[in-house]
């Protein structure tokens, strides 16, 4: 299949800004650090899921769906994302979210669970061993209503969503060689696994010589996260007739950084917060890019780069969730202990 006949709805505005940021690398005195602006995609404030929605929505069209069915965490970017792409070419949305309990809901609402229901989408939330019933059972009803309902999984982490980070390094490539540079390695929160999967496609299918590295976000263990985006990789170079050899080193996964679970806070993720923000102007998420950000800093430190290296930090966008966080984002600027680390939201609060 060539990539010039994929079906693309047109959702990002791409390319997205490349970046130097002089003061962290002078802060950190390591390698020259870079960003690459995947926050700015420019779908309700933006992130990686809108370049992997413009091949999912283009699929759901071909499709002739008019509903989509999706869902994932309670503060999901995924899921903004996903509702905004929605809304933008005219479909109708239905989310089921995982959640303490059964019909929670959140005190305020808030960051990505306010934009959900100002969108306008459906919302179920679910304790998470009924999260597949109850997409199967949404589906079911929207068909007995005589609807073509479009089923995308969590974070849209397949061929057709890992694809589109395929493209990304394309983009990329061509960023670096306008500013005369090679970039050595780019580093990159993983969670579902597609914008890694596809990273390490594009990485390895354009001969880039970059490094593609993974700071994991969540419970899973190092090597089941690793499996999962071989997984990916595997099913994409078989969909997309794509011939290299992958190494085992190709895929580098650090889940060092998550702090005790999904969307928990740490000093870690929070000095990392702080140090782009004081220092660039640059907000980054607190559950995402802070740790992937808290990977960049820990590695720099222990020494994993040469000073003459090029690596780039993608961001993948979510700084609405900083809203979410105030509190212990509060508490660790004003030097105080933090209030609590474990969100209400989060399943494992029960
Ligand atoms: C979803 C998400 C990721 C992880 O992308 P995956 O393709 O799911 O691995 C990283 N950063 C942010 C802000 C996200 O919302």
Redesign the pocket.
Known sequence: MKFSEFPRANIATLPTPLQYLANLTEKLDGPNIWVKRDDLTGVAFG???ARKLEYIMGDAIDKDADVIVTGAGFQS??CTQTVAAAKKLGLDIYLVKSAPSEDYDSKDWDGNHLLHHLMGAHVKTVRPEKFMETIDATMEQLKAEGRTPYYTPV?G?DPTGASAYMNAVLELTYQANDEGIHFDSLIH????????AGLVLGAKAFNTGMKIIGAAVGWTEKKEQIEKVRGIVKESMKKYSLDFQLRDEDLIVYNEYVGGGYGFMSEAKLEAVKMLAETEGLLI?PV??ATAMACLIDLVRKGGFKKTDNIVFLH???AVALFPYKDPIRAYIQGKALPWTKPDWSPAAE
Request: no cysteine; net charge neutral; aromatic share 10%.
């Open positions: 992130g990686n899921k970017n995924w974070g982490s929160a993983t969670g579902s696994g597609g914008t890694q998420d995402y890019t993948t966008g979510g």
